[in-house]
């Protein structure tokens, strides 16, 4: 039981450039979320998924995009990179539909964008 | 939307003394408000949570208070250790139309644990 994976966790792309963040939960869930950390900001969500085939907005989603086509995995996309996507990025899944109950997060993905 | 704030900002005790961080939150219909620990460069992992319908939660030297009518909640670490040094997250749910949409989070607070 490998609880929420990340992939990769690290990654330095140039500006323009595109990638997709992969997060994969093994305790059938069906909240997914993509949050990121700067310092001093905290965790700030960026999309998030209430099941399969579902995505919303979360309060940055500006320049990133999402897709849950299977309940276990949550993709994260940037079409083109900028500088200020700089960041880590946590994947976090939770089971209680309608109260997230707790948050069960991957280990982060370290993104620098040049 | 909801708005989380959370002070202080950094946090420095002697161990063996307690510590309090306090933050509050904007939405009234938020009713669930976890605390989340982040080592340095771990994940965050919950170590306690609170519900609307309860004003105190206890779990062996950490406490969760909650204020409905003034929206604010806090943590209390007692007896402080060396392990207890971390970033430490308050979060409130976030309600849109019949469900909540996910948690938003505090700033985080550095706890510093001095020998």
């Known amino acids: 039981n490998a609880g929420v994976t990340q992939t990769p966790k690290f990654r330095v792309l140039k500006t323009g450039q595109s990638m997709t963040l992969l997060c994969a939960q093994d305790?059938?869930?069906?909240?997914m979320y993509w949050y990121r950390q700067d310092p001093g900001m905290g965790l700030r969500l960026i999309h998030y998924s209430v099941g399969e085939g579902t995505t919303a907005k979360g309060e940055v989603p500006d320049g990133y995009n999402v897709s849950r086509l299977k309940k276990q995995n949550f993709l994260l996309g940037l079409e083109s990179a900028a500088p200020s996507q700089t960041s880590v990025y946590f994947c976090?899944?939770?089971?209680?539909?309608?109260?997230?109950?707790?948050?069960?997060f991957g280990e982060g993905s370290r993104l620098t964008v040049l | 939307g909801e708005n989380v704030e959370q002070h202080p900002s950094t946090l420095s005790v002697q161990e063996g003394d307690s510590a309090v961080i306090k933050c509050t939150y904007s939405d009234s219909a938020s009713n669930y408000f976890p605390w989340y620990k982040q080592e340095l460069g771990k994940r965050p992992q919950l170590i306690i949570d609170?519900?609307?319908?309860?004003g105190e939660k206890k779990d062996q030297r950490i406490a969760v208070t909650l204020n409905k009518t003034a929206k604010h909640f806090s943590l209390h670490i007692t007896e402080t250790q060396p392990e207890d040094s971390a970033v430490y997250f308050c979060a409130a749910t976030v309600y849109s139309g019949g469900g909540a949409d996910g948690l938003t989070f505090g700033k985080g607070t550095h706890l510093i644990i001095q020998p």
């Open positions: 976090a899944s939770s089971t209680l539909a309608g109260d997230p109950g707790e948050l069960f």
């Open positions: 305790m059938n869930h069906e909240y």
């Open positions: 609170i519900r609307s319908n309860v």
